[in-house]
């Protein structure tokens, strides 16, 4: 259950990150409304937890089903594969943010 909350946990971080940097990019060039970030909300927000977090129940709950190990592996293994998904796309809409406010990141 930890791997779920974690997951969550680190989704939600980073869709946060992602939603202050989208108010400050549209707040730098003047276009900011409320009303947007409502729709943020109910595009970024929701879909990403709640499709996640649902798919990353199943292999918790197949564990208390008569069901084979190895089937209960590829269930992790999809879940892991879509979590990299989540997070890679959220990573790269921050760093396209960042770059459109001018932060730098340095690596090394």
Same mark, same amino acid.
Do not use: C
């Given at each position: 259950?930890?791997?779920?909350?974690?997951?969550?946990?680190?989704?939600?971080?980073? @869709?946060?990150?992602?939603?202050?940097? !989208?108010?400050?990019?549209?707040?730098?060039?003047?276009?900011?409304?409320?009303?947007?970030?409502?729709?943020? /909300?109910?595009?970024?927000?929701?879909?990403?937890? $709640?499709?996640?977090? !649902?798919?990353?129940?199943?292999?918790?709950?197949?564990?208390? *089903?008569? @069901?084979? !190990?190895? *089937?209960?592996?590829?269930?992790?293994?999809?879940?892991? *594969? @879509?979590? /990299? @998904?989540? *997070?890679?796309? $959220?990573?790269?809409?921050?760093?396209?943010?960042?770059?459109? /406010?001018?932060?730098?990141?340095?690596?090394?």
């Amino acid at each position: 259950m930890d791997y779920i909350l974690t997951g969550l946990a680190t989704i939600l971080f980073l @869709i946060l990150l992602d939603l202050v940097a !989208s108010v400050a990019l549209h707040l730098k060039k003047g276009d900011f409304k409320y009303k947007k970030l409502l729709g943020f /909300l109910k595009t970024n927000v929701a879909p990403y937890l $709640l499709i996640w977090g !649902s798919l990353a129940a199943i292999p918790y709950i197949i564990r208390y *089903v008569e @069901i084979d !190990s190895d *089937v209960l592996v590829y269930f992790e293994g999809g879940v892991a *594969v @879509i979590w /990299l @998904i989540i *997070v890679g796309n $959220l990573v790269a809409e921050i760093f396209k943010k960042f770059k459109e /406010l001018n932060i730098n990141i340095k690596q090394g």
